[in-house]
């Protein structure tokens, strides 16, 4: 006996919604090369949304994935710090789990792994962030630190801290 899966028409409809949100989230990064490097480095298989679709989400949060020291130097206003190494999701107990989350680190693949992991548990609407934090600064965005806003963001290392074209570079 072979089982045979049906797709209800919502369901394809939602697929085709999640490869055109990736596609698009893929379109808007600012640099080729960068664009170029996270077409190979990350897996898509994650919801993914792009920084301009970030403003398109009603009162999402944003969750930060990477280490305490890179959170302390800069992140988006208002995310709540959950670490990669550190993540738990019992320290997410309060969220609903269904409100807008959009997970970034500094290039997207930390971010994606947590992303995983949160849809795993049944997070519902939940987002990595295309070109991670580094992305955000790239297209102006404003980033935060504990005394407010700030040109200063982590750039992880020198690898990956090149791919920053605005904003100040510290390690």
């Known amino acids: 006996m072979r089982a045979v899966k049906i797709i209800s028409p919502a369901g394809i409809f939602l697929a085709g919604l999640l490869a055109f949100s990736g596609a698009a989230a893929q379109d808007s990064i600012t640099n080729s090369r960068y664009a170029?490097?996270?077409?190979?480095?990350?897996?898509?298989?994650?919801p993914?949304?792009?920084v301009p679709s970030v403003a398109?989400?009603?009162?999402?949060?944003?969750?930060?994935?990477?280490?305490?020291?890179?959170?302390?130097?800069?992140?988006l206003e208002g995310a709540v710090w959950a670490g990669y190494?550190?993540?738990?999701?019992?320290?997410?107990?309060?969220?609903?789990k269904?409100?807008?989350?959009v997970v970034y680190c500094s290039v997207g693949y930390r971010s994606?792994?947590?992303?995983?992991?949160?849809?795993?548990?049944?997070?519902?609407?939940?987002?990595?962030?295309?070109?991670?934090?580094?992305?955000?600064?790239?297209q102006?965005?404003?980033?935060?630190?504990?005394?407010?806003p700030t040109g200063?963001?982590?750039?992880?290392?020198?690898?990956w801290g090149r791919w920053l074209t605005k904003g100040e570079v510290v390690y």
Request: glycine share 8%.
């Open 98 to 101: 269904d409100r807008p989350m």
């Open 48 to 50: 993914e949304i792009n």
């Open 56 to 75: 398109s989400l009603e009162n999402p949060i944003f969750l930060d994935t990477r280490s305490g020291e890179e959170f302390a130097v800069s992140h």
């Open 112 to 138: 994606e792994k947590v992303t995983a992991l949160l849809q795993e548990a049944g997070f519902q609407n939940t987002y990595n962030l295309y070109g991670g934090i580094f992305e955000w600064v790239n």
């Open 85 to 96: 190494k550190e993540f738990s999701l019992e320290r997410l107990n309060h969220i609903p």
């Open 140 to 148: 102006g965005k404003p980033v935060v630190d504990r005394n407010g």
């Open 36 to 46: 170029r490097m996270l077409e190979r480095l990350l897996s898509h298989d994650v």
């Open 152 to 159: 200063r963001v982590h750039g992880y290392n020198w690898f």
